[in-house]
C-alpha cells in the first residue's frame, strides 16, 4: 500500500492548498451555493412570500428549466459532461451560461469519487457475511482489506506493529468480526454505547463460528495449547516475537506438565486459535479519551500470560520469569461513524499517545453539532422572522468545524464557517448520482406530497405564521423580514400506501396522530375534506412539483461540496498537529454500492524509544 495524495481533487488546481483555498473561497463567496445549501426548506416551497423558486433561482434558469422536461434536467444537472454542455447543435437549447458554470462549480471543488479497488480484496465467508446485506458486504470486505494493508504500511514505514484495532461505534460489530478471522486474526475492541448491541454482536459471534462457548473451568485452558499456538497467542498479546518461543519451551514446561496431570476432565478439549479476539466494550466515548479502553486492553495482556499460572501455581513460580509486556498500539477505526463520533476518533489520534493510526468514514452529518453558532436551522444571514429557526442549544465544542483553518478562515459575512447548517448537512448525506428516474419520482413526489400538506395546514388553520421578534441574528447583521414561515409539524415516515396519491398522504398522516393533540386538531380542521376535495387541492398546486423537483435536485448537487468541506476540515484537523506523520483523505467503497465512501487517515510519527516496537 503507497500514500495516496492528500486529497482526491480535480487535476486543476496544483496542490491541496490551492484546492482548500479555492473551495472556501467559493463557499464564503457564492449566495447561490449557500441558499441552496441551507438557506432555504422544502417546507416553505408553496408557503413563502414571496415565491421561493422565484426568489432562489435566477430567471434565466428558471426560463431554460420551463422548456425542458426533468429527465432533460437530471441529465443536465447530473449525468452531462460540463466540458459540453455549451454546445449543443440547437443554440437556443442551450442552458445558460451562468447555470453551466454553477454546475462545472460544484463538479470542481466536490472531491472525487472514482473508487479504485485493491489488486485483491478477500471475500467475506459464508459463516462471516450471516447478517449482511450486499451493501454491508461491499464495505467490510474492503474497509477490512484496507486498514489490514494500512497497518502493515505503518509497520513497513519503520513504525511499530499495530497490536489492536479499536472499532467506534461497532453495532453489530461485521467488521470486527470479520477482522478477527482468517485470513487477518486481528485483536478487534468493539467500542459500542448501546449494552443490547453488543450482546447482539456476540451472540453473532458465536452462529459465525468465530467463538465457542467454553466449559466454566478453562482458566488454565491455554497452558495445553500446542506449542506454536501459544507462542501465537503469546505474541498477540504483546510478547517480542523472539522471546515467546524460549518463554514457551523453558519458563512454561514445568507449568504446563502440572496442568497436563491435574487438569479435571471437562477441560481437557479446548479450542484452536485460528482467529483472533474480540471484546465488546459498552462505552460513550468523549473527547477521543480511551484511557479506560487501554488500561482494560493492558489487564487483558497480562492476564493472558499471568493469569492461569498465577491462579495455580502462585506469583513464586513464574512471576520472576515474566517481561514486562511492551507497550500496546491502537489504530482506531469506523465506517459510516455517526455525527460528532467521527471527530472524536480523529481526536483519539492525538490525545491518546498509545493510538498510533485513524481510519474514519463519517456518516449521518445532519447529527454533527455546529461548534461556532448556535445549533440553528437555517444560514444566520437568510434566517426568516419564524418558529422554526430558533436556536436550540448553545455552541458545542466538539461540533463542526474542528480545524483551526476552518474556524478562523476571514470570508465577506465574518470568521469561521458558520453556514453550513443543519439542512445543508442533511443534504450531504444524499446520493444524486446514484438516483434512477424511478426513484428519483419517487422522492420527489414525497416531498411534494409534505410541502402540499404544509400548505394546505397553513389554508385550513392548523399552523398560523409564528413571527419571532427581528433581531439582529446574523454574521453581516441582517435578517429578511420579506421572508415567512411557519412552526413546522415533524410527520416522519408513513407506511408505503400513504404515498400512492394526496388523500392517502393526508389519510396516513391522519391515522399517524390519531388520538393525540395533533390529530384532535387535524380533524376539528380538516375533517370536513374528501377525498375528491384532496384531489381539487392538489390538482391546483400540480404545476408546482416540477419547481420543487428542481429545487431538490440542485440542492442535492450542491451538497457535494459540503459533504467535501465536511471531509476537509478533518483532514485539515490532522494536518495541523505537528504529532501527525501523515494524512489523507481517500476513497474506499464504490460510490454506487456505497455513497459515504470517503475515508480520512491520520498516522502518527514513530515513537522515538526503540524499545517500544
Known amino acids: 500500500m ?16 490551492d484546492y482548500v483555498k479555492c473551495l472556501l473561497s467559493f463557499a464564503s463567496s457564492s449566495r447561490q451555493f449557500q441558499l441552496l445549501c441551507g438557506g432555504i426548506h422544502i417546507l416553505d416551497f408553496l408557503t413563502s412570500t414571496p415565491d421561493l423558486y422565484a426568489g ?81 458486504k461491499h464495505e467490510v470486505e474492503h474497509f477490512a482489506g484496507y486498514v489490514h494493508s494500512l497497518a502493515a504500511k505503518i509497520k513497513a514505514d519503520g513504525g511499530p506493529e499495530i497490536t489492536h484495532f479499536v472499532d467506534f461505534g461497532s453495532g453489530k460489530n461485521y467488521l470486527g468480526r470479520t477482522l478477527a478471522s482468517p485470513p487477518y486474526r486481528r485483536e478487534i475492541i468493539a467500542v459500542e454505547s448501546q449494552k443490547q448491541r453488543n450482546e447482539r454482536a456476540a451472540s453473532m459471534d458465536v452462529q459465525a463460528k468465530v467463538t465457542k462457548k467454553l466449559p466454566h473451568k478453562h482458566h488454565d485452558s491455554w497452558l495445553k495449547l500446542a506449542d506454536d499456538d501459544l507462542v501465537e497467542m503469546l505474541i498477540r498479546a504483546g510478547m517480542d516475537k523472539e522471546r515467546a518461543p524460549g518463554f514457551v519451551k523453558e519458563d512454561l514446561k514445568d507449568a504446563r506438565k502440572a496442568v497436563t496431570q491435574n487438569a479435571p476432565s471437562s477441560c481437557k478439549k479446548v479450542p484452536q486459535l485460528p482467529n ?21 486492553i493492558n489487564s487483558q495482556a497480562e492476564k493472558a500470560i499471568h493469569g492461569a499460572a498465577k491462579h495455580r501455581f502462585g506469583a513464586r513460580a513464574l512471576a520472576p520469569h515474566i517481561p514486562d509486556l511492551p507497550p500496546i498500539r491502537l489504530m482506531t477505526l469506523s465506517i459510516h461513524s455517526c455525527g460528532n463520533l467521527s471527530h472524536h476518533a480523529l481526536r483519539s489520534l492525538v490525545v491518546n499517545p498509545e493510538v498510533q493510526a485513524v481510519a474514519v468514514v463519517g456518516c449521518c452529518y445532519n447529527l454533527m453539532t455546529e461548534r461556532l453558532v448556535s445549533q440553528s436551522r437555517k444560514v444566520p444571514r437568510f434566517r426568516a422572522a419564524s418558529g422554526r429557526p430558533v436556536a436550540a442549544r448553545d455552541p458545542d465544542p466538539d461540533g463542526f468545524p474542528i480545524s483551526h483553518q476552518m474556524e478562523h478562515y476571514l470570508h465577506p459575512h465574518g470568521q469561521g464557517i458558520t453556514f453550513l447548517n443543519i439542512i445543508a448537512r442533511m443534504m450531504a448525506v444524499q446520493a444524486p448520482f446514484n438516483w434512477t428516474p424511478e426513484r428519483s419520482n419517487d422522492f420527489f413526489t414525497r416531498h411534494f406530497y409534505r410541502a402540499l400538506l404544509q400548505r394546505l395546514f397553513l389554508d385550513r388553520g392548523v399552523i398560523l405564521p409564528n413571527p419571532v421578534p427581528t433581531a439582529r441574528d446574523g454574521n453581516d447583521g441582517s435578517c429578511c423580514p420579506e421572508e415567512s414561515s411557519f412552526r413546522p409539524i415533524v410527520i416522519g415516515s408513513l407506511r408505503k400506501p400513504s404515498y400512492e396519491s394526496f388523500p392517502a398522504y393526508v389519510q396516513g398522516v391522519m391515522e399517524k396522530f390519531a388520538n393525540t393533540t395533533l390529530g384532535e386538531c387535524l380533524v376539528s380542521r380538516m375533517g370536513d375534506m374528501t377525498a375528491a376535495d384532496l384531489g381539487a387541492y392538489e390538482e391546483n398546486y400540480k404545476a408546482r412539483k416540477k419547481d420543487l423537483s428542481i429545487v431538490w435536485t440542485l440542492m442535492a448537487l450542491s451538497a457535494g461540496v459540503v459533504e467535501s468541506m465536511i ?47
Not at 492528500?6 to 487535476?11: G, K
Open 2 to 17: 503507497s500514500t495516496p495524495p492528500s486529497l482526491p481533487i480535480h487535476e486543476s488546481f496544483t496542490d491541496a492548498d
Open 56 to 136: 432562489v433561482l435566477p430567471r434565466e434558469w428558471r426560463s431554460w428549466f420551463s422548456r425542458h422536461d426533468m429527465d432533460k434536467i437530471l441529465t443536465l444537472l447530473l449525468r452531462d459532461d460540463p466540458k459540453h454542455m455549451c454546445s449543443p447543435l440547437d443554440a437556443r437549447e442551450a442552458p445558460p451560461i451562468t447555470l453551466v458554470e454553477y454546475i462545472q462549480n460544484i463538479r470542481l471543488y466536490s472531491l472525487n469519487r472514482a473508487f479504485h479497488p485493491a489488486p485483491s480484496t478477500t471475500p467475506v465467508s459464508g459463516n462471516i457475511s450471516i447478517g449482511m446485506k450486499d451493501k454491508k
Open 276 to 296: 483472533g479476539s474480540i471484546t465488546y466494550l459498552e462505552r460513550q466515548i468523549v473527547d477521543g479519551d480511551l484511557s479506560d479502553v487501554i488500561n482494560i
Open 567 to 613: 471531509a476537509v476540515d478533518r483532514w485539515l484537523y490532522l494536518r495541523e498537529r505537528k504529532e501527525i506523520k501523515e494524512c489523507w483523505v481517500e476513497t474506499v467503497f464504490d460510490y454506487q454500492m456505497s455513497p459515504r465512501n470517503l475515508v480520512v487517515v491520520g498516522v502518527k510519527h514513530p515513537p522515538q524509544d526503540e524499545t517500544l516496537y
